[in-house]
């Protein structure tokens, strides 16, 4: 039996080996289409998480990020499914390097452990919401597993304060039976059950 993955920086690998099949398999004719986040549509939520994947990488090294603007990564060129990767990958090794996790970081200067779960949690509720959007299956497995249990306890700390600032919906009640996953996607305030009209 294999040790489950625990770092952020390999939380993250496993978080971004899931998403990028499902945004590889994102089809031009359908970057109009609607998600469960009412704001974004599927290049909008694209571009959101390809800004949030680059800065990021910067937080990782305690250095400023800057979310004033979105650039229109989708609008840049039509190698833009593969540039999400390079720059996946790179959040990846910014994670994993010695000291990313230790201090604080961003405006807030929060944990460095607390600003990591806020890209996991990005990168893993992200890529399930473009799935539900475009038609594709996502449902945790094997070591995105270790992925749900941490970010279970990110966003019982963090769900106050992401309400009050709009980041996250109000929950969502669940059935009973619902998974970990489901139950982590309703605290976030998403419908585990949504799907296109």
Known sequence: M????????????????RAL????????????????????????LVNHLFNVVVQFQRLAVK?????????????????????????????????????????TTGAMNMPAPLVGSMVLLDLTVHAWDLARATGQEYVPE???????????????ELGPT???????????????GASEFERLLAASGRDPGWAPA
Not at 24 to 35: E, I, K, N, V, Y
Not at 142 to 156: C, F, I, N, T
Not at 163 to 175: I, L, Q, Y
């Open 142 to 156: 094997g070591d995105e597993h270790a992925v749900v249990d941490r970010l279970a306890g990110a966003v019982a």
């Open 21 to 44: 099949p499902v945004v590889g398999a994102l089809s031009d004719d359908r970057l109009d289409a609607p998600t469960p986040c009412a704001e974004y549509d599927v290049k909008a």
């Open 162 to 176: 992401a309400r009050s600032m709009g980041v996250f919906g109000e929950p969502v009640a669940v059935a009973e």
């Open 63 to 103: 250095e400023d990020s800057d979310f004033s603007a979105t650039p229109d990564h989708v609008g840049a060129g039509p190698d833009w499914r593969e540039r999400f990767g390079e720059e996946a990958r790179k959040l990846v090794a910014a994670w994993s390097a010695p000291g990313a996790e230790e201090g």
């Open 2 to 17: 294999t040790e489950r993955a625990s770092g952020i920086g390999e939380l993250l690998g496993v978080a971004v080996e």
